[in-house]
């Protein structure tokens, strides 16, 4: 078997392990991957429009607008004025920012517990080569 083929069958056969485990630690919180990704966003960008964070999430802007929906109904994100009355801009809302904190340290002690034995340089070079990788499926 080819190197890339071993690559990408090992990224296949992480990611849907590490998604289930993701979405168990969010349920702690009464959250789903999707809504963690926009606070995610949100708390590292300040605010968005729909637009900006479905091409983020690489989904359609109804599906956003759907997260988006439900997560104003929760009261962690909140419509912030932009320039243009057509755009839907959004920012964490106080009791976002706080979920956000409390979620972080949940998903932290996650990431640290499936990152032990790999070093901090081996890390920044699996995000160089991810990003290299996502860039060339995005061309």
């Known amino acids: 078997m080819k190197t ?11 990611y849907r392990p590490f998604e289930n485990r993701l979405n168990v630690h ?5 959250l789903y991957r999707a809504q963690w990704t926009i606070l995610y966003y949100l708390a590292n960008n300040e605010s968005a429009t729909l637009v900006e964070l479905s091409h983020y ?5 109804p599906t956003v607008t759907r997260t988006i929906n439900r997560l104003e109904e929760l009261g962690l994100v909140e419509h912030v004025p932009g320039k243009d009355k057509r755009e839907k801009r959004m920012q964490l809302s106080a009791s976002g920012q706080e979920v956000y904190k409390d979620v972080r340290v949940t998903i932290d002690q996650y990431e640290q517990e499936i990152l032990e034995g790999i070093t901090e340089q081996e ?3 699996a995000i160089r080569i991810m990003g290299e990788i996502r860039n060339n499926i995005t061309k």
Do not use: C, R
């Open 4 to 14: 890339s083929q071993k690559f990408f069958h090992q990224l296949l056969m992480m």
């Open 26 to 30: 969010l349920a702690e919180h009464q």
């Open 123 to 125: 890390q920044i070079e």
């Open 57 to 61: 999430m690489s989904v359609e802007k």
